[in-house]
Nanobody, 120 residues
């Protein structure tokens, strides 16, 4: 299973970016999908999570500014980030709980990460 993230880059404060993460491989089912972020010397923290049914939850520091969504047919999760602040600068990682062909339990998989830099 591979998770390929894209969409990071440099944006000015107040701007927007949209991250995408597509899963591929011998996948039976994907349960929760999520975005995390990490800055150097800090722990990776949850940004937003979405269930296979579309239920969402957000970290307090992004609620109202970021929106997570998914396309189950494309096995892709998105993160629309608006009103970006310099404090949002981080490497963003996608995560998915995946049931792989031939296994009986979902396991977590991680993408490589995409850098988001918010700076003027």
């Amino acid at each position: 299973v591979q998770l390929q993230a894209s969409g990071g880059g440099l944006v000015q404060p107040g701007g927007s970016l949209r991250l995408s993460c597509a899963a591929s491989g011998r996948i039976v089912r994907i349960n929760n999908m999520a975005w995390y972020r990490q800055v150097p010397a800090n722990q990776r923290e949850l940004v937003a999570r979405i269930s296979s049914a579309g239920s969402t939850n957000y970290a307090d520091f992004v609620r109202g500014r970021f929106t997570i969504s998914r396309d189950n047919g494309k096995r892709t999760v998105y993160l629309q980030m608006d009103s970006l602040e310099p404090e949002d600068t981080a490497v963003y990682y996608c995560n998915a709980d995946v049931l792989v062909v031939g296994t009986i339990r979902c396991e977590p998989y991680w993408g490589r990460g995409t850098l988001v830099t918010v700076s003027s």
